[in-house]
């Protein structure tokens, strides 16, 4: 009697793990400077469903608004410290532009497993040194700002964190110099490279599109656009305000300082 062969149904093969599937955490460190399309690469993360850390996340999230206060004690820490990252990142996956890149180092040596970012200008380190002096610098050549800060203790926490952090800290205080603010910029690049594993680490700029990011991170590719965000004319304005501000702080002293006068002429 013929035996019956019994046929089993098909699996299914599980699908490859992708960066969204891994435990909570930090699972992508980027290691590139600001102003190297990294607001572009905060609203590209985002829409593929990483949570990214940004400066923007310390300027406009009102839930971070100690987060200054922490990168202040990392920047007053030694190089290689580690701090409880989970003060800033609990609720990010990612984390690109300053302050977190100026932590590569660090934020490596405390997710060993996590992805290495390591975003480039698009144009090269002469625009992007120019990029930079035309706008973030200002927190270190603006006298408004400065005025402003002795008054704001959110500016003057910023202008701390900066100065320590990033200006000092990450650039080795070359900005000024410009051969010396690019030839930081090109030794950053060969330390990252020499740093991470080249199968953790993708070097990219926003040019690139939506292909190698999401190759690298083992994301389906969106039907939308890769988002081009530009936002040197809103940062822009956003300097001209601080210098309107710290005109009203002036108008209003001499206002002081004239009725003080007069008070003290009307005693005599």
């Known amino acids: 009697m013929p035996t019956e062969t019994l046929t089993l149904p098909r699996t299914q093969a599980p699908a490859s793990p992708t960066i969204l599937d891994k435990p909570n ?20 993360l985002n829409q593929l469903g990483l949570p990214c850390y940004h400066m923007k ?6 839930t971070n608004k100690y987060h200054s206060d922490f990168w202040i004690q990392v920047a007053d820490g030694s190089e290689g410290e580690q701090h409880d990252w989970n003060t800033v990142f609990a609720n990010y996956t990612a984390t690109v532009d ?12 405390a997710y060993p497993d996590a992805k290495v970012l390591l975003s480039l ?8 040194y120019q990029s930079v002096m035309d706008t973030i610098y200002f927190t270190e050549t603006q006298w408004q700002f400065k005025l402003l800060a002795v ?13 320590k952090l990033v200006w000092q800290g990450m650039h080795q205080g070359n900005m ?16 990252v490279k020499a740093a991470i594993p080249a199968d953790q680490l993708l070097i990219y700029s926003v040019d690139q599109g939506w ?5 690298f991170l083992g994301l389906p590719v969106p039907k939308t656009p890769f988002p081009n965000v530009n936002d040197r004319k809103e940062m822009k304005q956003g300097i001209a305000n601080i210098a309107k501000g710290a005109y009203v702080i002036l108008g209003v002293a001499a206002l002081l ?5 007069c008070g003290l002429v009307w005693m005599r």
């Not at 008054?151 to 900066?162: D, E, Q, S």
């Not at 292909?211 to 190759?215: A, F, K, Q, S």
Request: overall charge positive.
């Open 98 to 109: 300053y302050p977190g890149c100026c932590a590569w180092r660090e934020l490596h040596a």
């Open 176 to 191: 000024p110099n410009k051969a010396a603010a690019i030839q930081r910029y090109n030794d950053h690049i060969a330390e």
């Open 257 to 261: 300082a004239a009725a003080l006068v």
């Open 25 to 44: 955490g930090l699972q992508l460190i980027g290691a590139g400077y600001g102003r190297t399309g990294t607001t572009s690469l905060y609203t590209a």
């Open 151 to 163: 008054f704001v203790p959110f500016l003057r926490k910023l202008r701390t964190m900066n100065h």
């Open 57 to 62: 996340e310390v300027l406009g999230n009102k």
């Open 211 to 215: 292909g190698p990011l999401c190759d």
């Open 121 to 128: 200008h698009p144009k090269g380190a002469e625009t992007w």
